[in-house]
Each structure stands twice: as C-alpha cells, then as structure tokens.
T-cell receptor
C-alpha cells in the first residue's frame, strides 16, 4: 500500500527566505505527483503536477522536482511571502484506472512578516 | 473555467436527518471523486465515478450514498450519520481516469453531525 510522508510537519520562516518542503513515497511505481496548497478550512488548490517521466516543473516562484527511483519530491519556494502561509500537501497517483490520489499529511507553513 | 463548485459550504445535521451534498463542474470532465478530510488529516478517497458510473467505493459505510445524475453533477446523499462523520467533504474532477490528468478540487462542504 502506498504511503506518503511529508517533512517537516510544520515550518516557520521569516519573509524573503527560500525554502524547501519534502515529500517521500514508499512505492516508486507512480504515474504522477501533485502539490497542493490548502488554506485553513478551505479546499485544495493545485500548484504543480509532475508526470512520472518528468524531473521538475516550475510555476512562478515555485519549483517542484521528482526523483521517482528514490521515491522523493521537493517543493522549492523562492522569496517567500506572508501570503504563502498555508498547508502544503503532496499527493501521488499510483493506482491505474479508478484509484484516486494518496496524500501526505502536509507541511504547515508560516511566513513571518 | 477550471472551477469545481460545492454546495452547501457548511451543513449541520442531526443523526436522524437526511441531507445531500452537491458538486458541479462545467469543464467537460468525465471523472469525478469524493474525498473526506478529518481535521488535521489528509484527504481520503471515498468514491470515484467515471462516465457517470461508479468505479470505486473505498469501503464506505452505506449511510453515504453517491449519485452521478449527469456528467456535470455529483451528489452525496447522507442518512443516519454519526458524529465521527463530521469532516470536510471534498469533490474533485479530472478529464478522465487516465493517470496523466490533474485533479481539480472544489472548496469543500464542512459537515457537522450533532
């Protein structure tokens, strides 16, 4: 059974710092990996989708990498801003057909003004 | 338009009530999903619909009854729920069940069972 782990569970940094969030998964036979952002009590906003054949994806100040063979992904946030404060969730699609996403527990990020 | 909408935003119901959650998308997606998220936990898959047919039921109790009346609409009918069913219920959609596609999530319905 696929398991997804995110480290750290919580992170607090001053505004302007670059930071890295980590995600690992136990079964490397994944199809893709998605990073989401979730604000308190809200739904999920998709940030980046990386297919299993890709090594990285970029969107603005966000860069996600994928090392499928080692079962790891990182989300790099450049020049962090207070508006980046949220919980960041990593999810993998590892079942073909009708399976949904398997999520990690998330990293709760606070950017101090 | 990459929006998935869910109604209501909040719902409080007693254990003997019957209520329904609604999810709608107009992106032409043919796969739709229900996830349940308990407080401070990750979302967990409940049901998957593909072309209006139920593809996956992740051993969800029968007090939760999904329905997909058309390609744009997904309902979750609730009956005789327990307080432990209180959670954020998230709907998602994707173009199809093909593994390369991104899933788009709605804002969720916050359900409280009293």
């Amino acid at each position: 059974k696929q398991e997804v782990t995110q480290i750290p569970a919580a992170l607090s940094v001053p505004e302007g710092e670059n930071l890295v969030l980590n995600c690992s998964f136990t079964d490397s036979a994944i199809y893709n990996l998605q990073w989401f952002r979730q604000d308190p009590g809200k739904g999920l906003t998709s940030l980046l989708l990386i297919q299993s054949s890709q090594r990285e994806q970029t969107s603005g100040r966000l860069n996600a990498s994928l090392d499928k063979s080692s079962g790891r992904s990182t989300l790099y946030i450049a020049a962090s801003q207070p508006g980046d404060s949220a919980t960041y969730l990593c999810a993998v699609r590892s079942g073909g057909g009708a399976d949904g996403l398997t999520f990690g527990k998330g990293t709760h990020l606070i950017i101090q003004p | 338009d990459t929006e998935v909408t869910q109604t209501p935003k909040h719902l409080v119901m007693g254990m003997t009530n019957k209520k329904s959650l609604k999810c709608e998308q107009h992106m032409g997606h043919r796969a739709m999903y229900w996830y349940k998220q308990k407080a401070k936990k990750p979302p967990e898959l409940m049901f998957v619909y593909s072309y209006e047919k139920l593809s996956i039921n992740e051993s969800v109790p029968s007090r939760f009854s999904p329905e997909c009346p058309n390609s744009s609409l997904l309902n979750l009918h609730l009956h005789a729920l327990q307080p432990e069913d209180s959670a954020l219920y998230l709907c998602a959609s994707s173009p199809s069940l093909a593994v390369s596609y991104e899933q788009y999530f709605g804002p969720g319905t916050r359900l409280t069972v009293t």
